[in-house]
């Protein structure tokens, strides 16, 4: 290549530039990475939390196992007779207005009941009845698997 006085026609992607100028170019992988762990993290632990009021549910040899869609209005009923709709105490006298009205704003929300295992059976009955009263057919009762029948391994050998 011979060099004369004019300047090429062809520049350098590598041109060199002017001293105190500064680069105003951004590194976005270290934020990428943040916000791909932050998304992992949030999916890990978002099917793990539970929906209103814990209450120790009755165990059962014969669980239905169903995934947990977050599309039931969940009815907890604690030991001490406390009716929970989500995580709002409400009184017996207006549960069935208050899942009503959450189901007429969703209507294809089923109804999770999750009564604590010490709880009076005639407490638990007043509440299916409230629920029936509102005009509720569907529910669902909340119960937890018996470790015994998962860990003998009926029917094999």
Known sequence: MIVTGRRSARRSPYRKRARGVIKADIN?????????????????????????????????????????????????????????????????DRLGEAVATERSRHPDKGVFLKGDARLDYGQARRVMEALHRAGIDQIQLGTEESSKSSSTGRGQP
Do not use: C, Y
């Open 28 to 92: 976005v992988t270290p934020l990428v990475d943040v916000v791909l762990v932050l998304l992992i993290i949030f999916m890990v632990v978002t099917p793990m939390l539970s929906k209103g009021i814990n209450v120790d549910l009755p165990v059962t040899e014969h669980h239905d196992k169903r995934t947990d869609d977050n599309r039931d209005v969940v009815v907890a009923v604690t030991r001490q007779g406390q009716i929970f709709v989500g995580s709002t105490e409400i009184p017996l």
